[in-house]
């Protein structure tokens, strides 16, 4: 039986779930979606992410490289990201992840020129594809990065991303809809990124492979820091908005459901 490179399973793997924000996206587009349906789903989503870097991500690191390698990659992982975050929202792209009209208010504010970064007549087309980019590559690193203990990807991060990708695409697309985003951009986007996911968790194996313990840890730190960032700056907000007093109840079932997962993959 042929056996394929670890490398092209990594990226594989990586593909597999960046899938989902193609597939949430269409979904979310063309789909009537009930926004507390969206909600709901986004809350779930982040639970699920909460509980991979908890018990997958932070666990797999400390193990690596101790405290000094998780925690400063942990840090600086969340200050990466959120200086990221900061600038393409002066650009228009704070509310690239929501499903109601806020991105169709933040398109028009950067089309008048109301926006820090953009003059009368800019789009924020660009801000929106570099975040949807900046959200996912994290997550997709992981997975490469999962493999380099044994060569096995970790189907709990592979099914917990999954998971958490749905929900993004979805409501991201929907907000897309609602701005004025035509389907070929919208599609094309979400298809882009779930191809990127592949070659970063294909780059996550091969480029870290021969990189020292400490070195990996810091990485697995420096991605679960910038998801955390990532599910409080643009998925919590989103949920709590329409989900109100249930947004807590359906994260610790998001959490609850990705923690089961992992103990069945023991």
Known sequence: MYAFPTWAVAGFWGLVSGSALLLGAAIGYFANVPQRLIAAIMAFGSGVLISTLSLELMEEAYKKGGFDSTGLGFVGGAV???????LLARYGAKHRKRSGEHQSEERTAVQKGHTEGNESGDDNGMALAIGALLDGIPESIVIGLSMLAGGGVSMVAVVAIFLSNLPEGLSSAAGMRKAGRRPAYVLG??????????VASLIGYTVFSGFSPEVV????AVAAGAVLAMIADT????????AHNFT???TVLGFLVSFVLSKLGE
């Open 80 to 86: 990466v990201y959120t200086l990221a975050n900061w």
């Open 189 to 198: 986007l979400w298809a882009g990124i779930a191809v990127i996911s592949g």
């Open 217 to 220: 840890a810091a990485t697995t």
């Open 235 to 242: 998925m919590i907000p989103e949920a709590f908005e329409v």
């Open 248 to 250: 807590g109840l359906i």
